[in-house]
């Protein structure tokens, strides 16, 4: 039965917000935002079609306080509600309570979202459907010496990892065994705290693999696709910074082996909706089943540029009961996308979250360049949320294009007034190995391996070419600035340190 959907309430802020309230002016659907007490002038709030202030800052006392939502679903009379990914997105129960008041939840079924929310049981539906899977063992901290046995047969290093966990909480990279019990407690410790559940297993950790993700699609009349892959693999502490598709070491027989792996475990979940099932794929191109996301994908929108589908729509249309019309052979890739993940952060002091007020704002734009912001000139950036304000993402007609586009879309980006990464992202996507699409999840550790992220890369360093660039354009950017009396310049002093250091090298003055 088509129940078609009227208005929807968006429990999320930021950019991914303002995206779903983009998608619902697409459709005629009337929006409905939601706002902590320092959100009430943020752009989310201010886009959607109504608002709902809903509690204080912290988001136990709003965007995760799920009694708060709820309230504000009654009040504004949405007939649905629209997660975005974090926050409640995937709590099994807020699904359940959807349900159960007779709202439409825009996501899987709770039951799907509580079986594959926890690690082992995705692991055990993975095995069911003929997925391949990491090496390992349920057993934990439960069960240490079994544990420490089944490591050793394995072989170090092993990685411990949370049956709760996400966001790369819980885990922990072991490699050898006098460092085992204590990598097991501390996971298990963290995972608690951090879940409530302080179960742990242990996998092979794998050396150097890539990450490597298939989107899914699926609805209520038993058809299941997948929009092929996007490569996530620069990474920091396991959480994705530059994600892109498709993935330069994908062919079309890879392809088809891991979109029929990800679309058999959608079917044995019977999983409804948009869902991301994510691999390892090793140096042999083996691949191993990870876990499954039930939810839109913070880098969704490299596969919308690849594809040419509206996946915030296809959700919608897939809650409402229809039917999907996108057929596999109508997935086709077209062109190459990359997205950095612009955060108010400063890459010069380890990565630590910069709030303040944006003083100057102002977004790339031309050829295909796509920017998903969450905030405008004089948002204030608190500390109390991710401090993600932006994706850049660029589309190009191969990959060299979509690099080319990247770099001039972050030399236009202007941010004053916090610090921001996008000098982070100038460097990396400058660097002779990305450019070569030789990948991996420890790219960052490897290229720029100080903690503090300071240390130029030697390679880059002796590339005049680039150094200069950098330094050329961090010159007019600090000309721009102090011309237009727009205040203090911050451009990042990562950038700053890295530039110091290869003016240095090419014996230039600073
Ligand atoms: P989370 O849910 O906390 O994000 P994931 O299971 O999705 O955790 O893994 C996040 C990242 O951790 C992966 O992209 C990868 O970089 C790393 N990782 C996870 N499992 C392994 C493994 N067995 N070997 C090597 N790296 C791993």
Redesign the pocket.
């Known amino acids: 039965m088509i129940k078609p959907i009227k208005k929807i309430l968006v429990a999320n802020r930021g950019e991914i917000a303002v995206r779903v309230i983009r998608a619902c002016h697409d459709l005629g659907i009337v929006s409905v935002a939601i706002c902590s007490d320092c959100d009430r002038t943020a752009y989310h709030a201010r886009l959607a079609d109504e608002w709902y202030h809903i509690g204080g800052s912290p988001s136990s006392e709003s965007y995760l306080n799920q009694d708060r939502v709820m309230q504000a679903v009654k009040d504004s009379g949405a007939d649905a509600v629209h997660p975005g990914y974090g926050f409640l997105a995937e709590n099994a129960t807020f699904a359940q309570r959807c349900v159960d008041e007779g709202i439409t939840f825009i996501g899987p079924r709770p039951e799907t979202i509580r079986g594959l929310g926890d ?1 082992l049981v995705a692991r055990e539906m993975a095995i069911k459907a003929n997925l391949p899977v ?1 090496p ?1 063992t349920d057993m934990g901290a439960d069960n240490p010496d079994e544990a420490l046995a089944f490591a050793k047969k394995i072989g170090f ?3 411990v ?2 049956a709760a ?7 922990r ?1 072991v490699e050898s065994a006098d460092l085992f019990q204590e990598a097991l407690d501390s996971a298990s410790r963290e995972a608690k705290s951090a879940f409530g559940d302080g179960r742990v297993f242990i ?5 150097r ?1 890539r ?1 490597v993700e298939i989107q899914i699609l699926c609805d209520t009349h038993g058809n299941h696709l997948h929009l092929c892959e996007r490569e ?2 620069i ?1 920091r502490r ?3 910074v530059i994600e892109e598709a498709p993935s330069p070491i994908m062919t079309d027989e890879l392809r088809e082996r891991m979109g029929t792996a990800a679309v058999s475990i959608a079917r044995e979940a019977g999983y409804v909706g948009a869902g991301t099932v ?1 691999f ?1 794929v090793d140096q042999n191109r083996s691949f ?1 089943f ?2 499954v ?1 039930t939810r839109l994908q913070v880098e969704h929108p490299v596969t919308e540029l690849v594809t040419g589908v509206d996946l915030v729509k296809e959700q919608v249309a897939v809650a409402e009961g229809r039917e999907l019309t996108l057929r596999q052979e109508d997935i086709r890739l077209n062109g190459h996308a990359i997205e950095c993940r612009i955060y108010a952060e400063d890459p010069s002091g380890g990565f630590m979250p910069s709030t303040g007020t944006l003083e100057h704002y102002r977004l790339p734009a031309g050829p295909g360049v796509r920017v998903d912001s969450g905030v405008l000139v004089w948002s204030e950036i608190p500390i109390y949320y991710d401090p993600m304000i932006a994706k850049l993402c660029t589309w190009g007609r191969d990959r060299t294009e979509a690099i080319a586009r990247m770099q001039r879309a972050l030399s236009e980006y202007r941010i004053s007034g916090v610090e921001s990464t996008v000098g982070f992202h100038q460097v990396v996507l400058a660097n002779k190995k990305f450019i070569a699409g030789d990948l991996s ?2 790219f960052l550790q490897e290229e720029y391996p100080d903690s503090n992220y300071r240390t130029f890369s030697p390679e880059l360093a002796e590339d005049a070419a680039i150094a200069a660039a950098v330094d050329k354009l961090l010159n007019e950017r600090r000309i721009t600035i102090s011309q237009s009396g727009n205040g203090r310049s911050r451009s990042s002093g990562w950038v700053r340190h890295h530039r110091r250091e290869n003016v240095k090298r090419l014996g230039g003055k600073h």
């Open positions: 690690k990491v390992g290093p092993v990685l990892k949370a966990g996400g966001g790369g909480k819980g885990m990279v996998e092979k950790y794998l050396v693999p990450h996530c693999s990474q396991h959480q994705k994510e390892l191993y990870l876990e996301n999840t420890g």
